[in-house]
């Protein structure tokens, strides 16, 4: 019979390793015409050019100003509605957690990171105006204006993207009438949307327009005359 062996105590564990610390996630959202977006873009870019085991790539949302706004007012809802005003045309977020602005991002950068943004304001200037050209061309749509006034004081402009690739003949009815190009039609109607008038106003809805006959919404004029099958 074998003599049994000797029980030979365990090493005693000083601690448990602690979990290895999870990459940061940068997210900077914002108006994609302004330049403290491409400031907080291009801070977000060094952290992880920097530091590419601490970031994970972060993740840009540019908006264009009507998605903008809409978010903001989401954002507001999120804290219960409360009085909140926020004057930045950018948010930026850590591991989902609002940091603040492009001037919080760039300090925060700044730091804790040693980052140190020495590009001029000129340079973010070109930078908005080449990357918000790329944006606009990348949609494939095509934008429109027209200037409201109420009786003859103007009050802003209306900005329109049309979706050309998904109603390319309705979209090109709405272009053109915004130009006024195709003159007049064969019943003598001016093809414009000129002087025309917005004949119903849901307040915080939507307003309705379009009607460069009489301005009541139970008629029109289209460039491909009274009417036409929209695609």
Not at 182 to 193: D, E, P, R, T, V
Request: proline share 6%.
């Amino acid at each position: 019979m074998a003599n049994p062996q000797p029980c030979r105590p365990k090493p005693v564990q000083c601690g448990s390793q602690p979990p290895p610390e999870r990459p940061r996630q940068v997210t900077v959202v914002g108006f994609f015409k302004s330049s403290s977006f491409q400031i907080a873009k291009s801070t977000a870019e060094s952290l992880k050019n920097n530091y590419p085991s601490k970031f994970e790539e972060p993740i840009i949302v540019p908006l264009q100003e009507f998605a903008w706004d809409q978010y903001l007012q989401e954002k507001k809802r999120e804290l219960k509605s409360e009085t909140w005003e926020y004057s930045s045309h950018v948010m930026c977020f850590v591991n989902d957690q609002l940091l603040g602005d492009a001037f919080d991002l760039q300090t925060w950068a700044h730091k804790v990171w040693d980052i140190v943004d020495t590009k001029p304001s000129a340079l973010y200037e070109a930078l908005t105006l080449d990357y918000s050209t790329k944006f606009l061309r990348d949609t494939k749509h095509d934008f429109v204006f027209l200037d409201i006034s109420i009786d003859i004081s103007p009050i802003g402009r209306l900005v329109f993207e049309l979706y050309c690739d998904a109603c390319p003949k309705t979209c090109k009815n709405f272009q053109v009438l915004c130009t006024g190009k195709a003159g007049y039609s064969q019943s003598g109607i001016k093809l414009h949307y000129k002087g025309s008038i917005f004949h119903r106003i849901v307040r915080n809805g939507w307003i309705q327009g379009g009607d460069i006959v009489a301005g009541k919404g139970d008629n029109g004029e289209s460039i491909y005359g009274p009417t036409f099958e929209g695609n």
